[in-house]
């Protein structure tokens, strides 16, 4: 499997960026997944995210901000719409994978997963 996100970008503060993050290999569909951010100097953290259940969650920082979703079109698709950045939402963004969907001999099976992007660039400046 591999993710290759896409997306980022320079953008004044107020704009928007929508991430990409699209999975390849022998998947039918990305079940459950988050994104996350690493800032210079600082720890990776949860963004957003969804479950297989459907239920998102978002960081208290992007709530109202921020809107994961998916493809249902492209079910290996997913994305992270990011309205009103702010200069502190500047950070690589990495998808995370973490349940699939797999096409096997035996039929599609559901599996966890932890795979993660190569991440994407956001850069906000005032």
């Known amino acids: 499997v591999q993710l290759v996100e896409s997306g980022g970008g320079l953008v004044q503060s107020g704009g928007s960026l929508k991430l990409s993050c699209a999975a390849s290999?022998?998947?039918?569909?990305?079940?459950?997944m988050a994104w996350y951010r690493q800032a210079p100097g600082k720890e990776r953290e949860l963004v957003a995210g969804?479950?297989?259940?459907?239920?998102?969650?978002y960081a208290d920082g992007v709530k109202g901000r921020f809107t994961v979703s998916r493809d249902y079109a492209k079910n290996t698709v997913v994305y992270l719409q990011m309205n009103n950045l702010k200069p502190q939402d500047t950070a690589v963004y990495y998808c995370n994978v973490q349940q699939l969907t797999i096409a096997t001999i035996e039929g599609p099976q559901t599996v966890p997963a932890d795979y993660w992007g190569q991440g994407t660039q956001v850069t906000v400046f005032s």
């Open positions: 290999g022998s998947i039918d569909s990305i079940n459950a």
């Open positions: 969804f479950t297989s259940d459907g239920s998102t969650n």
